[in-house]
């Protein structure tokens, strides 16, 4: 479902199914559409009940649009839920096997052709979101021509990984000089704590806003670092 609910995000749909049923907007239905994938949805006209549906798939499955989820749900798409779960089961791949019985009864349901059609409707916009990152990666991979050596060096750094490496020379614009001091690029991107102090008493030590983007990207890195014990960061501030 994660997928799903990523999607409903970058399309701006509502988190709240029950909005539709008192405003009418028609976007939140597609929301209570996609909880098909975790065990809920309704055709229009009926209230979306808890476990209507009761295909379980994503409580087994830790990804549904992964090889093994996608064969299970375009066999129920194309059988309008119609197929035998011990079938659907049988279609999954590698680790997956090992998990059929419990997938074969996950996959025991009442999945309706409404059902299908709006699975259908989301696998669809999830692939055309897929390829459109493609595109985007190759442009970005383009782009980054001139900034290789400095996208490998940002690479070296514990916790960085390429798409971190790549935000940061996005939002540095990979030029350095602009920073005379290391201290006046962290205050820049909103790392450096915040100094308030009056009369030997600190009042506050929040850090400026900075740059969303690469204080967001940095922070990623940290808490990728925080749980590492074999790094040279670790063992300094254990």
């Known amino acids: 479902t994660s997928s799903l609910r990523v999607l409903n995000d970058a399309l701006g749909f509502s988190s709240n199914t029950s909005n539709w049923w008192d405003s009418g907007q028609p976007a ?7 909880s098909t994938f975790s065990g809920w949805g309704s055709p229009v006209g009926t209230p979306p009940p808890f476990n209507r549906v009761e295909i379980k798939l994503s409580s087994v499955a830790s990804e549904i649009t992964g ?17 035998d779960p011990a079938v659907m089961a049988d279609l999954a791949k590698r680790r997956m096997r090992s998990k059929i019985p419990v997938l074969t009864e996950a996959l025991n349901g009442r999945f309706t052709a409404h059902h299908a059609f709006m699975t259908q409707l989301f696998l669809n916009r999830i692939d055309v979101h897929t390829k459109d990152i493609e595109t985007l990666s190759e442009r970005i991979e383009e782009l980054m021509k001139p900034f290789l050596p400095a996208r490998d060096l940002l690479e070296s750094i514990p916790g ?15 030029d350095m000089t602009q920073f005379p001091t290391t201290g006046q690029l962290a205050s820049w991107a909103g790392v450096s704590p915040g100094s308030n102090e009056s009369a ?11 740059n ?25 501030y254990r």
């Open 28 to 34: 939140t239905f597609i929301n209570a559409a996609s």
């Open 67 to 83: 090889v093994s989820g996608r064969l299970m749900l375009q066999a129920l798409i194309d059988s309008n839920g119609t197929a």
């Open 160 to 174: 960085f990984s390429q798409i971190i490496a790549e935000v940061f020379i996005a939002e540095t614009g990979g």
């Open 200 to 210: 030997g008493r600190v009042k506050s030590t929040k850090a400026r806003p900075g």
């Open 212 to 236: 969303r983007y690469l204080k967001g990207a940095l922070g990623a890195s940290a808490l990728s670092q925080a749980r590492s014990t074999k790094t040279f960061f670790s063992a300094k």
